[in-house]
């Protein structure tokens, strides 16, 4: 079982109307409800794998409840910690005529200390029998930069892995505990920013005495930097066009990546099969946001992977240089 793990989930509303008129009241044509947030994003392409997956995290009043019966449709099981607040939703209203969309984002919620207490209790009876933990996306108010450090600890001593995907303090603090895979939010060059990706991050690279490996995102592809060295993956350059054009255009295909790397952390693939694995999956999420696997099988024999190549974990090491 793979627990995700989404501290700030988001019902996403979508208008659809004729034409918007501001400053008057508008006729709405159609209202489309779905769940946001990266865990839960994971979760669902996870289970289109067919990996038995729970969707766990805060969750609170009407929006919550509607996050859990889509997510219930969608035939995931969810264990979310209920909170006092609203969920935060994201409204997106789109103008048929103009083809323009306005969106709408509200406040994340305050989350008490007695609601951070009862999290803690929910996510940790989760942990018997869990294969993976994914703790990923932003902090809602209220809860303290440590987060997930602390989740990841209470992983670490169910003898848990944990892939760890967020940005700023809370990917500082969590990288801190060393999670089996680090996801900054933060993409490097092909020519290179490895080292100041990995600064401003708040983390290290892997060395020969193990630790968190990290994967860094870039215009070509991913950089895995791991205890073995450094592997790079990409598709060719024919492939890589529209996988560039998605990552602009695609909603959900950087949590398809990181959904793609969790079974291999879980089941200790070589690096080689996860790399082309997740690489291959990111690639083939469709405008819906969902994977295409008839791409995916075409893909995946394609992608290039290369590694590992020790050089520059040593001439960083002796020169800080990126």
């Not at 103009?98 to 989760?126: C, H, K, M, N, Q």
């Not at 490895?194 to 592809?221: E, F, M, Q, Y």
């Not at 946001?289 to 020790?310: I, K, M, N, Q, S």
Request: hydrophobic share 45%; with cysteine; net charge negative.
């Amino acid at each position: 079982m793979i627990v995700t793990v989404t501290l700030n989930p988001a019902l996403h509303v979508d208008y659809e109307a004729e034409q918007i008129t501001l400053g008057a009241s508008n006729q709405i044509t159609r209202v489309r409800h779905r769940t946001g947030g990266r865990g839960l994003a994971v979760a669902r392409v996870l289970h289109t794998f067919g990996h038995d997956v729970i969707a766990a995290g805060l969750a609170g009043g009407s929006a919550g409840e509607t996050i859990r019966n889509e997510l219930a449709r969608a035939g995931i099981a969810t264990r979310f910690t209920r909170i006092g607040a609203e969920s935060r939703r994201v409204v997106a209203v789109c103008d048929g005529l103009r083809g323009t969309v306005t969106g709408f984002t509200e406040p994340a919620p305050y989350i008490t200390t007695e609601e951070l207490g009862r999290l803690a209790a929910d996510y940790r009876s989760l942990l018997d029998g869990a294969t993976a933990v994914v703790l990923c996306g932003s902090l809602p108010a209220g809860l303290p930069a440590e987060t997930y450090g602390s989740l990841a600890s209470y992983a670490a001593g169910a003898g848990v892995p944990v892939v760890l995907d967020a940005g700023g303090s809370a990917l500082h603090h969590g990288a801190a505990r060393r999670p089996e895979l680090v996801i900054p939010e933060l993409p490097v060059t092909d020519g290179g920013g490895r080292r100041a990706a990995l600064d401003a991050a708040g983390i290290s690279a892997p060395d020969a005495a193990g630790g968190s490996s990290v994967v860094l995102l870039t215009n070509r592809g991913v950089i895995a930097l791991t205890s073995e060295g450094e592997w790079s993956a990409e598709l060719p350059a024919t492939a890589m066009a529209s996988v560039l054009e998605s990552r602009n255009e695609v909603a959900g295909t950087r949590d398809a990546l990181v959904a793609g790397f969790v079974p291999g952390i879980a089941l200790a693939w070589s690096w080689p099969d996860t790399l082309r694995h997740a690489v291959a999956l990111a690639a083939s999420v469709i405008p819906s946001g969902e994977v295409d696997l008839a791409a995916y099988e075409e893909l995946l024999p394609l992608v290039e992977v290369t590694g590992p190549r020790a050089s520059w974990l040593a001439d960083s090491q002796r020169s800080g240089s990126g």
